[in-house]
Nanobody
Framework: VQLQASGGGMVQVGGSQRLSCAAS????????LDWFRQAPGKEREAVAA????????YYADSVKGRFIISRDNAKDAVYLQMNSLKPEDTGVYYC???????????WGRGTLVTVSS
């Protein structure tokens, strides 16, 4: 599976940004896409995830109420709408493909989001 994330850039505090991730190379029924991020000097963390059937979501406590994950199965794509951005949201955002066995087997190259005041 090849993953291509896009939509990063510089945004001001309080602004919004929408990240996209498109997958190719394998049937989408065998994986699902979720979002992670790595802030400068910190470990990578899960930011947002959708359940396999799409009826439930996970958000890191730090982004609850501000970020929204969505998926377009027809396009094998996942999106992350980020609102009310804070400086601590700065980091490299990755999409990753989770297989049915629970393993995040494939990772995109990441897209940098910088939130400036």
């Amino acid at each position: 599976v090849q993953l291509q994330a896009s939509g990063g850039g510089m945004v001001q505090v309080g602004g919004s940004q929408r990240l996209s991730c498109a997958a190719s190379g394998r049937t989408s029924s065998s994986f699902k896409l979720d979002w992670f991020r790595q802030a400068p000097g910190k470990e990578r963390e899960a930011v947002a995830a959708l359940s396999w059937n799409g009826d439930s979501t996970y958000y890191a406590d730090s982004v609850k109420g501000r970020f929204i994950i969505s998926r377009d199965n027809a396009k094998d794509a996942v999106y992350l709408q980020m609102n009310s951005l804070k400086p601590e949201d700065t980091g490299v955002y990755y999409c990753a493909a989770q297989l049915r066995n629970g393993v995040y087997e494939y990772w995109g190259r990441g897209t940098l989001v910088t939130v400036s005041s």
